[in-house]
Nanobody, 127 residues
Framework: QVQLVESGGGLVQAGGSLRLSCEAS????????MGWFRQAPGKEREFVSA????????YYADFVEGRFTISRDNAKNTVYLQMNSLKPEDTAVYYC????????????????????WGQGTQVTVSS
């Protein structure tokens, strides 16, 4: 069983930045595609970004509009989400997730395609 622990959330003013981290337990991190999702109050969980096993390929939701960057450090079992130019509508709980069956350069934006989930970290953007 893989455990994912997110950190780095907090309260920030509109236009500010945050860097989320997600550390995974175990020795198989480099074999997982990783994704970030978010869930705002009263809304469904939605895809934010994903990265392939070796970071060759990344994928972003349209609403990111170049403001976020996903990256990973397989030596540290950690995936990151750098978020810049934050907007109040980015307020949500952010979750990282691991897809253990992804092919080498593949990733998915489908929530059901992920096998392990973290507990989430709250991001609040004030106007």
């Amino acid at each position: 069983q893989v455990q994912l622990v997110e950190s780095g959330g907090g309260l920030v003013q509109a236009g500010g930045s945050l860097r989320l981290s997600c550390e995974a337990s175990g020795r198989s991190f480099s074999t997982y595609a990783m994704g970030w999702f978010r869930q705002a109050p009263g809304k469904e969980r939605e895809f934010v970004s994903a990265i392939s096993r070796t970071a060759v390929t990344t994928y972003y939701a349209d609403f990111v509009e170049g403001r976020f960057t996903i990256s990973r450090d397989n030596a540290k079992n950690t995936v990151y989400l750098q978020m810049n130019s934050l907007k109040p509508e980015d307020t949500a709980v952010y979750y990282c997730a691991a897809d253990r069956y992804a092919a080498a350069q593949a990733m998915t934006r489908i929530l059901g395609g992920y096998d392990y989930w973290g507990q989430g970290t709250q991001v609040t953007v004030s106007s």
